[in-house]
Nanobody, 122 residues
Framework: QVQLVQSGGGLVQPGGSLRLSCAASGSSFSVNEMGWYRQAPGKQRELVAAISSSTIDTNYADSVKGRFTISRDNAKNTVYLQMNSLKPEDTAVYYC???????????????WGQGTLVTVSS
C-alpha cells in the first residue's frame, strides 16, 4: 500500500511564498508522474502542476505559470511545490497525486495525499 503524506501550507499574506511537500511511502512500488491539484470552495479540483518521473517534463496551469515551481527528489519519492507571489485566488486545499506501479503485481494505482489548506489573505 502506497501512501502520500503532505506537509506545508497555512496562512500567508498576498505576495508571500509557501512550499508544499509530498512524500510517497510504502513498499515495492515505483512512482511515475506526480502532481499537485487544488480545490477552492465551490469549485472543481484543478491541476496546478505536474512533473514526469524523469523530472524533464513539467506542466503548469496558466494561472500559476511563472509563480509556482514543481520539483521532485526521486531518491526520497518526494514532490515539492514552491509557490511565490501568492494571490488571494490561490486560496484552496492543495492535494498531491502520484501514479504508482506495484513492483509485485505490476498494477497501476493512483494515489492522493490528504490535502492541505493554503490561505492567502491579509
Amino acid at each position: 500500500q502506497v501512501q502520500l503524506v503532505q506537509s506545508g501550507g497555512g496562512l500567508v499574506q498576498p505576495g508571500g511564498s509557501l512550499r508544499l511537500s509530498c512524500a510517497a511511502s510504502g513498499s515495492s512500488f515505483s512512482v511515475n508522474e506526480m502532481g499537485w491539484y487544488r480545490q477552492a470552495p465551490g469549485k472543481q479540483r484543478e491541476l496546478v502542476a505536474a512533473i514526469s518521473s524523469s523530472t524533464i517534463d513539467t506542466n503548469y496551469a496558466d494561472s500559476v505559470k511563472g509563480r509556482f515551481t514543481i520539483s521532485r527528489d526521486n531518491a526520497k519519492n518526494t514532490v515539492y511545490l514552491q509557490m511565490n507571489s501568492l494571490k488571494p485566488e490561490d486560496t484552496a486545499v492543495y492535494y498531491c497525486r502520484a501514479d504508482t506501479i506495484s513492483l509485485v503485481t505490476y498494477t497501476y494505482l493512483e494515489v492522493w495525499g490528504q490535502g492541505t489548506l493554503v490561505t492567502v489573505s491579509s
